[in-house]
């Protein structure tokens, strides 16, 4: 019943944009922090963009700060992520994850998105 679905992927170019979207259903999507994290070819997952369950406070992985914008809107079960000023080190696989007051007690993940950035 619960899941977390990402769209928004593909192919971009340097130094364009894209906008993820995770959709949350089964659960109750305002009580849980959201984060993207990314895994790339050869790497180990890294956190990109959290933000609270309250929607108060975000943060970024230094690699994307100024560049990529988390937001959530709990009246739509959605998070979103948009990228901009894409560069090549952004591509990688996108996972979007809920967590339960941030506690990690209880966790969702979705099942993951490429995003490409190549010209």
């Known amino acids: 019943q619960v899941q977390l679905v990402e769209s928004g992927g593909g192919l971009v170019q340097p130094g364009g944009s894209l906008k993820l979207s995770c959709a949350g259903s089964g659960f109750t999507f305002s009580r849980y922090v959201m984060t993207w994290y990314r895994q790339a070819p050869g790497k180990e997952r890294e956190l990109v963009a959290s933000?609270?369950?309250?929607?108060?406070?975000?943060n970024y992985a230094d690699s994307v700060k100024g560049r990529f914008t988390i937001s959530r809107d709990d009246a739509k079960n959605t998070v979103s992520l948009q990228m901009n000023s894409l560069k090549p080190e952004d591509t990688a696989v996108y996972y979007c994850?809920?967590?339960?007051?941030?506690?990690?007690?209880?966790?969702?993940w979705g099942q993951g998105i490429q995003v490409t950035v190549s010209s």
């Open positions: 994850n809920a967590d339960l007051l941030g506690t990690a007690v209880i966790e969702y």
């Open positions: 933000i609270t369950d309250t929607g108060g406070k975000t």
